[in-house]
T-cell receptor, first 109, second 113 residues
Framework: RKEVEQDPGPFNVPEGATVAFNCTYS??????FFWYRQDCRKEPKLLMS???SGNEDGRFTAQLNRASQYISLLIRDSKLSDSATYLC??????????FGTGTRLTIIP | NAGVMQNPRHLVRRRGQEARLRCSPM?????VYWYRQLPEEGLKFMVY????????ESGMPKERFSAEFPKEGPSILRIQQVVRGDSAAYFC???????????FGEGSWLTVV
């Protein structure tokens, strides 16, 4: 089983719609969690951290469920510029970040 | 304040040649991480270095790959006798301390022909 698993997609979503991604992780002792965004042939960029209490940043909401070992990302009122690959990232407490393979999202005009 | 600088951005090597990828961390950052992204795959951790020390190299292939971060100058990822399977994007990231918040460079794309 992969340490961090994501549905690779692709998700093709009309502009203005709401889309949600889930990610599961293997180690219950995991310490911290993030969503990164990666555009084609670009570096990953931090989108948001994920806290147990959940957090929101504009149209983006992230949730963590430690009991079920999954993380979610919700994007509301999607924009064309949201088209990218979204990477689920976990720190397992071993000084490095472990990345999922990413979920590809395309927003359709 | 310049970000993490990687060079070359694109590198083409023939099988059997050596590839050297350089990474200059952000100013004030003494922690460097190297990740590799194969086509259509996620980022895989390779190595974590501090100045003059390799902290964790658990993701480095056992042969042909080496990394250093000298007291002066950039971190270097060296791949000897490259093979086609080494073709990938190599990303460097840095942080000021051992932390979750790391900042990526734009990557170096290696193509082995």
């Amino acid at each position: 089983r992969k340490e961090v698993e994501q549905d690779p997609g692709p998700f093709n979503v009309p502009e203005g719609a709401t889309v949600a991604f889930n990610c599961t992780y293997s180690n219950s002792a995991s310490q911290s969690f993030f969503w990164y965004r990666q555009d084609c042939r670009k570096e990953p960029k931090l989108l948001m951290s994920v806290y147990s209490s959940g957090n929101e940043d504009g149209r983006f909401t992230a949730q963590l469920n430690r009991a079920s070992q999954y993380i979610s990302l919700l994007i509301r009122d999607s924009k064309l510029s949201d088209s990218a690959t979204y990477l689920c990232v976990v720190n397992f407490g071993n000084e490095k970040l472990t990345f999922g393979t990413g979920t590809r999202l395309t927003i359709i005009p | 304040n310049a970000g993490v600088m990687q060079n070359p951005r694109h590198l083409v090597r023939r099988r059997g040649q050596e590839a050297r990828l350089r990474c200059s961390p952000m100013k004030g950052h003494s922690h460097v991480y190297w990740y590799r992204q194969l086509p259509e795959e996620g980022l895989k951790f390779m190595v974590y270095l501090q100045k003059e020390n390799i902290i964790d190299e658990s993701g480095m292939p056992k042969e042909r790959f080496s990394a250093e971060f000298p007291k002066e100058g950039p971190s270097i990822l060296r791949i000897q006798q490259v093979v086609r399977g080494d073709s990938a994007a190599y990303f460097c990231a840095s942080s000021p301390i051992q932390t979750d918040t790391i900042y990526f460079g734009e990557g170096s794309w290696l193509t082995v022909v």
